[in-house]
Nanobody, 122 residues
Framework: QVQLEESGGGLVQAGGSLRLSCAGS????????MGWFRQAPGKEREFLAA????????KHADSVKGRFTISKDNAKKMVFLQMNSLKPEDTAVYYC???????????????WGRGTQVTVSS
């Protein structure tokens, strides 16, 4: 079983940057594809980015491409989401997730973190 814990959220002004971290543990972690999602009040959870532990292949949602970048540190078993040029509409709870390459984009995951709040002020 995989356990995930996010950190790095907070309050930032529009145009600023934040780096979210996700620490993972569990026997099957290395076989997972890791992802970041977010959920704003009154909205559905939205896929943002994914990365494969094994080969580092990444996928980013069109809505954040060019502003958000997913990366990983295999030795530390951590995944990161660098967020630049933040906008008030990026305000949401951000979740780390572990799943499979072919299904994680659709939100079908094996484990979720508890989330970290990101608030972007105008």
């Amino acid at each position: 079983q995989v356990q995930l814990e996010e950190s790095g959220g907070g309050l930032v002004q529009a145009g600023g940057s934040l780096r979210l971290s996700c620490a993972g543990s569990g026997r099957t972690l290395s076989r997972s594809t890791m992802g970041w999602f977010r959920q704003a009040p009154g909205k559905e959870r939205e896929f943002l980015a994914a990365i494969s532990w094994s080969d580092g292949n990444t996928k980013h949602a069109d809505s954040v491409k060019g502003r958000f970048t997913i990366s990983k540190d295999n030795a530390k078993k951590m995944v990161f989401l660098q967020m630049n040029s933040l906008k008030p509409e990026d305000t949401a709870v951000y979740y780390c997730a572990a799943g499979q390459r072919l299904t994680i984009v659709a939100g079908r995951v094996d484990a979720w973190g508890r989330g970290t709040q990101v608030t972007v002020s105008s």
